[in-house]
């Protein structure tokens, strides 16, 4: 689900870490069912154990869920298993990226309010296309 959506032409990609990153996929499901069986053996309650795997995954649900982006020359669309957000390219100041994803910024400079502003999108294994296309629209954007 990578490419050009003809009609709408937009870039399309999903992200997936679960099953794109396998140990990480391995190694937090192993700590939540470890955690799961603690509880279990410390509360002696089945339900206690069920309802810590469904918090954790639930917390972690950008990682166990795919997450849909959409972009065009006017916006950012990232779709998530709880929510949708979108951005306008001209509403955005800052991008900064790792190995995994990115983050979208409306402010010039770091805030400790990033973490409840702005976007953190996932790359999956498209990064070098994605970041490519991101900064393309980002340099239109300044230009007008």
Known sequence: ???????DNKFLWKAY??????????????VIIAISILLYISFQSLFWSVFSVVILIISLNRFYFPSVYSIDSQEIIAKYF????????????????????GYLSGRKQP??????????????????????????????????
Do not use: C, V
């Open 1 to 7: 689900m990578t490419g050009i959506d003809n009609k």
């Open 17 to 30: 870490p679960a099953l794109e990153r396998k140990f990480a996929f391995i190694s937090t499901t192993l």
């Open 82 to 101: 709880f929510r949708k957000q979108r951005y306008l390219w001209k509403n955005i100041r800052r991008f900064n990226y790792t190995k995994y994803g």
């Open 111 to 144: 805030s400790r309010l990033d973490a409840f502003r702005g976007m953190h999108i996932l790359f999956g294994s498209h990064r070098d296309d994605i970041i490519s296309k991101i900064q393309t629209y980002l340099n239109k954007s300044d230009t007008h």
